[in-house]
C-alpha cells in the first residue's frame, strides 16, 4: 500500500520535474517602447540615432554630427565635427542639454579615423589622423596628446581604444602592423600620468580582439597568424602575463569572467570555459546558430549564449536564441526571442549578472532581463 502511494506521489510530481528547468526573456520597461533606432541614456531616457543625427526623445532636441561617442555611465554625450578644419567637440547630457561645447585641434579634411571618447566625468579623448589621442579636461582644455604610432613604412590599422567603466584601465592597440610577409600587432597601457607602457608586442601575429574587464583587472587579447591556431592572451592591469590558450577552433571572441578565474571563448558554433589560471577545460557546448556573445558567470556556474544571424552593416541580431549552460549540473535551457535587436557602435553590447540567476543584456535598441531556473 505505501508502496503504490510512493509511485503515485512520483507520478504526480513528474509535471512539475519536467518543468522546473525554465529560461524567460523580457524586454526592460524602460526600452519597451524603442523603435529600431532608440537606445536607452542614462536615467531612463532614449535617443534616436539615425545616419549623423541623434534626436533626445525625452525633450526633442536634435543634433547633427560627424562622430559621436557615449561614456560608460550613458550620462555624457559627446559630438564630433569638423568645422572649417578644426574639431569642435559638444558635450551633452543625457537629457540633450548642452554641458559644454569647445573648439580644438585642427582636423584633416576626410580623416576616416575620427573618433570621440568622453568619460562618466565629461573629459574626452580624441582621435584623429589614424594614431592620435588628445585628452581634454571638463572645461575643454587640451592637454596631453599621445601618438600610437608604429614608424612602419608599410601600414597599419587605425588605433584603437579600450577602457573599463571606470577608466581606471585604458589600453592603445593597433591590430596589424605590417612588417614584411608579416602582420603583428601592438598595445599600450596609458599610465595616470598620460605615458604609453608597451603591454604586448608581437611582428607574428595580428590583434583579432581585445577586451578589459570591468572592474579594469584583467586584459584578454584575441591574437592570430596565418597557418597556426588562435591564441588569447591573458595579462593583468600591469601588462604582467597570466596565461596563453591556445584555441582548438578559430575564435570571434574571448572574455574573462567577473571573478577573474575563468575565461570563455568563443567560435562561430562552439563556446568553451577555461579556468583562466591553469588552462583547464571546464565545459563546452556546440550550437546550429552563430554564436553573437557568450560570457560564464561563476557565481551561478552557468554560460550564458546569444545566438542569431547578425549583421555588421545594419546592426540587425535576426533569429534570436538565448541558450543557458549549466556547468556544474550539465543541463541545457534555450528560449528564442522573436524580435529583431538592432546595436550601434556607439554602444558596447555586454550582458550583466543582476542576481543569482538573473541577467540584463544592455546595450541594444530593446535591453532584456533574462532569467534562468534549473
Known amino acids: ?135 581634454h579636461d571638463q572645461a575643454g582644455e587640451i592637454g596631453t596628446n599621445i601618438s600610437n604610432g608604429s614608424q ?68 584578454t587579447i584575441l591574437t592570430a597568424a596565418e597557418g597556426t591556431s588562435d591564441q588569447v592572451v591573458v595579462l593583468d592591469k600591469y601588462g604582467n602575463e597570466i596565461n596563453t590558450v591556445t584555441a582548438e577552433e578559430e575564435l570571434i571572441g574571448a572574455n574573462a569572467s567577473a571573478d577573474g578565474e575563468h575565461l570563455t571563448l568563443f567560435s562561430d558554433n562552439r563556446i568553451r570555459v577555461y579556468n583562466l589560471l591553469n588552462g583547464e577545460n571546464i565545459g563546452s557546448t556546440s550550437l546550429q546558430q552563430p554564436v553573437f556573445m557568450a560570457n560564464y558567470f561563476s557565481d551561478d556556474q552557468i554560460l550564458l549564449i546569444l545566438s542569431g544571424n547578425y549583421s555588421a552593416a545594419s546592426g540587425e541580431l535576426n533569429n534570436m536564441e538565448v541558450k543557458a549552460v549549466d556547468l556544474n549540473r550539465r543541463d541545457i535551457v534555450s528560449e528564442p526571442f522573436s524580435n529583431a535587436l538592432l546595436f550601434h557602435e556607439a554602444f558596447t553590447p555586454e550582458i550583466n549578472r543582476v542576481s543569482a540567476n538573473h541577467y540584463q543584456l544592455r546595450g541594444a535598441n530593446k535591453e532584456l532581463n533574462i532569467s534562468v531556473s534549473f
Open 1 to 135: 500500500m505505501i508502496l503504490r502511494l510512493l509511485q503515485l506521489l512520483v507520478i504526480l510530481l513528474l509535471p512539475s520535474i519536467a518543468t522546473a528547468q525554465s529560461l524567460n526573456i523580457a524586454v526592460t520597461q524602460e526600452t519597451q517602447s524603442n523603435g529600431s533606432a532608440a537606445f536607452s541614456l542614462a536615467d531612463g531616457v532614449a535617443v534616436e540615432l539615425e545616419s549623423q543625427k541623434v534626436r533626445f526623445m525625452n525633450s526633442g532636441n536634435t543634433a547633427h554630427f560627424s562622430e559621436i561617442g557615449i561614456s560608460p555611465d550613458r550620462s555624457v554625450v559627446s559630438l564630433l565635427d569638423n568645422t572649417q578644419g578644426k574639431a569642435e567637440v559638444t558635450l551633452l547630457n543625457a537629457r540633450g542639454d548642452t554641458l559644454n561645447r569647445y573648439t580644438s585641434i585642427a582636423l584633416g579634411s576626410n580623416d576616416p579615423s575620427l573618433s570621440v571618447y568622453p568619460t562618466d566625468a565629461g573629459h574626452v579623448l580624441l582621435r584623429n589622423n589614424i594614431m592620435n589621442f588628445t585628452f
Open 152 to 219: 612602419t613604412d608599410q601600414g597599419e590599422t587605425i588605433s584603437e581604444l579600450v577602457m573599463n567603466p571606470g577608466q581606471e584601465t585604458m589600453i592603445i592597440y593597433t591590430s596589424k602592423i605590417k612588417k614584411g610577409d608579416e602582420l603583428g600587432s601592438k598595445a599600450q597601457l596609458i599610465s595616470a600620468d598620460k605615458q604609453l607602457q608597451r603591454i604586448y608586442q608581437r611582428d607574428d601575429r595580428y590583434i583579432k580582439d581585445l577586451r578589459v574587464t570591468n572592474d579594469g583587472n584583467l586584459v
